[in-house]
């Protein structure tokens, strides 16, 4: 690849030749520049101009280049069970972020959050050596959880006098609410024969216990529903 995306020029400024370049992205090695200079001089009264090559080293020197990770936002049901996102799923942009070497990649979990507050799930969030990431969020859970993830590139090698370098970006998980269905503890019944007045009515308090609408977080309004019975008749006194 080029070392430089613009130059080497020399040129006369403020007073002086200056030579000019700069460097490509991403670009490192060394350079051989030959610069010739030219005297104005003369030879009885005639122009005889001099010239000399000059032959001079540029070096420029690696840098270690964080990793790349654009994030692809993720969404899931409510009471999914185990969650698996891979790196191809959970990221459109995934590099070293040097194009001249190739680094292995590692892997690590921040806490995950909901609004800056931790979050617990019922199978706490991890990240295996692939990048391939699972959890699994606790019952009825439900809103935007934010997972931060880092990578870091494994450039110090041995001889190497460069630091691994890290990139740390927030994957957010939307975990889009169901209606579960409601709950409620059926209580039997016990009258007299022939009562007085024939007619009777109960309340949903008599007849079932534990209700609930089966959505901590959502208050409804339970309707209910009359769909069938079964005689049992015993003999009459």
Not at 37 to 62: A, C, H, L, R, Y
Not at 71 to 80: F, G, R
Request: charged share 20%; aromatic share 8%.
């Amino acid at each position: 690849a080029a070392l430089f995306s613009a130059g080497p020029t020399v040129a006369f400024t403020d007073g002086e030749w200056k030579l000019t370049y700069t460097p490509a992205a991403n670009a490192n090695g060394d350079a051989i520049l030959t610069i010739t200079g030219e005297d104005d001089g003369q030879t009885n009264g005639v122009d005889d101009f001099k010239s000399f090559p000059d032959t001079m080293t540029i070096s420029i020197d690696d840098v270690n280049d964080p990793p790349t990770v654009v994030v692809a936002d993720q969404s899931i049901l409510e009471d999914a069970g185990l969650t698996s996102f891979t790196t191809s799923t959970w990221t459109t942009v995934l590099d070293d972020g040097d194009a001249d070497v190739t680094e292995a990649l590692s892997f690590s979990l921040g806490t995950i959050t909901q609004g800056g507050t931790p979050v617990a799930c019922s199978v706490a969030p991890a990240i295996d050596a692939s990048g391939t990431i699972t959890f699994t969020t606790a019952g009825n859970d439900h809103g935007t959880f934010t997972v931060p993830v880092t990578v870091t590139d494994d450039y110090a090698t041995p001889g190497n006098l460069l630091d691994d370098e890290s990139t740390t970006v927030d994957l957010d998980v939307t975990v889009t609410s169901v209606n579960d269905a409601p709950t409620a503890t059926p209580q039997n019944l016990s009258r007299s024969e022939d009562p007085d007045p024939a007619a009777q009515t109960f309340g949903p308090t008599d007849y079932t216990s534990a209700r609930g609408d089966g959505d901590p977080a959502d208050a409804q309004t339970l309707s209910y529903e009359f769909v069938g019975w079964t005689n049992h008749p015993t003999d009459g006194v």
